[in-house]
C-alpha cells in the first residue's frame, strides 16, 4: 500500500538491540537484577530488625549489630542501595539508612552505609559486614550494645554505661525541658534524646570529626532542619570525659544549653551568628540560676579587669573547638551577656522575638541588622555600644 516501508528482519534486530539499552526490547525500563536482589535482601533485613526477629535477620546475613539495636525503641528503618559495585559474586552496597525513633523523632535520621556482599551458589546474596560509609560518623549502636531509659520528656541512649548512670542523664534531661519550655515557648517537640557514648574517642566517632576537636567540650547538639521548617531528629551527644568533670550545677547547665539547642533548631539558619545561637542557649541554661556574672563568665571578667573590653561581638571563627581555649571561653561568654543584655534591657519576650527574626532572614548578610530595627528599634552600632558598656559594669 501507498504509504508503507517493509522493514527487514535484520533491520528490527538491530533497532531492537539499539532499543534495549534505553528501555528494553519489551518496552519497559532496563532493570538491574543484581540491584534489586541487593534490595529486596535488604528489605527483608529491615523488616527483621523491626520485628526484633533475630532468626529472620541471620538469614539476610551477618548477625552483627542486631543485638546492639535489641534496646533502640524504633518506628521505623530501611534501606536504599544508591549504587552496588561488583565483581562476579562480591559487591559493594553504597545504602541510605533511615530510621525513626519511637516517640521522638518527627522525620527520619539518615546515614550513608557501606555493605559488603557475597552471592553463594544458589545466587543467593547476603550481607557480610555493614559499616559506616567513608566521611560519614558511626551510629552509637556500632560502638556496642545500647541500653535505654526514658525519663519523662526524654530518652538517653549509652554505650558501656548503668541503667543507674542513664537515670541520671534522664534527670537532667527531664528538668531542662520544661526550663527550655519557660523561656523559649512551648511551641517545640518538649523533648530530648541523649546519647552517651563510653569514650571521647567514641563521641568523636558519632561526629565523624577528631576527638582533639571536642576535648573540653562536655556534649553537643546534632540535627538538621527539614524542608517544612521543623527540627526532625535532634540529638544531644555528650562527652563523657568532660561531662564527668562538672559539678551538679554545671552539668544541668550543660544539658539545658544543649536542650536549648533542640528547641530552637527550627528557627535557627544559616543567617543566625553563633553569638546569638550560643549565647541564647547559654542564657537559658543560667537562667533563673544564682551564679554570679562573674563566675559564669571569669575570662570575660579576667579581660575586663585588665582593662581590655571587647571591640565588637565574636564572629563564628571564635567558636572553632579546636584553638585558644580562652578564647572560645570569652566568645561564648561575649554572646552570653549580650543575650542578657537584650533579656535585661528590652525584656525576655523581645529577646525570644529577636532570635526568631534574625533566622527568619534568608541570608546572613543584613540579618542582625533587620532583626536589631525591627526588633529592638537600634542599630548594630549602638548596640554593641551598649553591650560593651553593660560588659564593663557587670564584670567590674
Not at 91 to 98: M, Y
Not at 210 to 237: F, H, L, N
Not at 284 to 305: I, N
Not at 346 to 365: C, K, N, P, S, T
Amino acid at each position: 500500500m501507498a504509504g508503507r516501508r517493509r522493514v527487514s528482519g535484520a533491520s528490527v534486530t538491530v533497532l531492537c538491540l539499539l532499543l534495549v539499552a534505553l528501555a528494553g526490547c519489551g518496552g519497559g525500563p532496563a532493570v538491574d537484577a543484581v540491584r534489586a536482589q541487593v534490595q529486596s535482601l535488604l528489605d527483608r533485613r529491615a523488616e527483621a530488625v523491626l520485628d526484633r526477629d533475630a532468626a529472620a535477620y541471620a538469614r539476610t546475613g551477618t548477625r552483627a549489630g542486631f543485638d546492639n539495636l535489641r534496646a533502640v525503641p524504633l518506628a521505623d528503618w530501611s534501606y536504599r542501595v544508591t549504587a552496588l559495585d561488583r565483581t562476579g559474586d562480591t559487591a559493594t552496597a553504597s545504602v541510605r539508612l533511615s530510621y525513626r525513633v519511637e516517640g521522638h523523632d518527627r522525620s527520619p535520621v539518615t546515614t550513608a552505609r557501606s555493605l559488603a556482599l557475597s552471592r553463594d551458589r544458589d545466587g543467593r546474596w547476603s550481607v557480610d559486614s555493614d559499616r559506616p560509609a567513608t566521611k560519614s560518623g558511626q551510629q552509637l549502636w556500632d560502638q556496642g550494645p545500647v541500653r535505654a531509659v526514658r525519663g519523662e520528656r526524654s530518652l538517653v541512649l549509652g554505650v558501656g554505661r548503668s541503667d543507674g548512670k542513664l537515670r541520671d542523664y534522664a534527670g537532667l534531661a527531664d528538668r531542662a525541658v520544661p526550663a527550655v519550655s519557660d523561656a523559649w515557648g512551648p511551641r517545640w517537640a518538649r523533648s530530648v534524646v541523649v546519647l552517651v557514648p563510653e569514650t571521647l574517642e567514641d563521641m568523636a566517632g558519632l561526629l565523624g570529626s577528631p576527638a582533639s576537636s571536642y576535648r573540653g567540650i562536655a556534649a553537643v547538639t546534632t540535627g538538621a532542619t527539614d524542608t517544612d521548617g521543623r527540627a526532625p531528629a535532634d540529638r544531644v551527644i555528650v562527652n563523657p570525659d568532660a561531662f564527668g568533670l562538672l559539678g551538679d550545677s554545671g552539668r544541668q547547665v550543660v544539658l539545658t544549653h544543649e536542650t536549648t539547642h533542640v528547641a530552637t533548631r527550627a528557627h535557627t539558619s544559616a543567617a543566625t551568628p553563633l553569638w546569638l545561637s550560643e549565647g541564647f542557649a547559654d542564657w537559658v541554661g543560667y537562667r533563673g540560676g544564682d551564679r554570679a556574672p562573674a563566675e559564669v563568665a571569669p575570662e570575660l571578667a579576667h579581660a575586663v579587669g585588665r582593662g581590655e573590653v571587647p571591640t565588637g561581638l565574636p564572629d563564628d571563627e571564635d567558636f572553632g573547638f579546636s584553638g585558644d581555649a580562652d578564647r572560645l571561653a570569652r566568645a561564648y561568654e561575649s554572646g552570653w551577656l549580650a543575650c542578657r543584655l537584650i533579656a535585661d534591657h528590652w525584656g525576655e519576650d523581645r529577646l525570644g522575638a529577636f532570635y526568631r527574626a534574625v533566622g527568619a532572614h534568608e541570608h546572613r548578610e543584613g540579618a542582625v541588622e533587620d532583626a536589631m530595627r525591627q526588633v529592638l528599634d537600634t542599630t548594630p552600632e549602638d548596640f554593641t555600644a551598649q553591650w560593651q558598656e553593660y560588659v564593663k559594669a557587670t564584670l567590674n
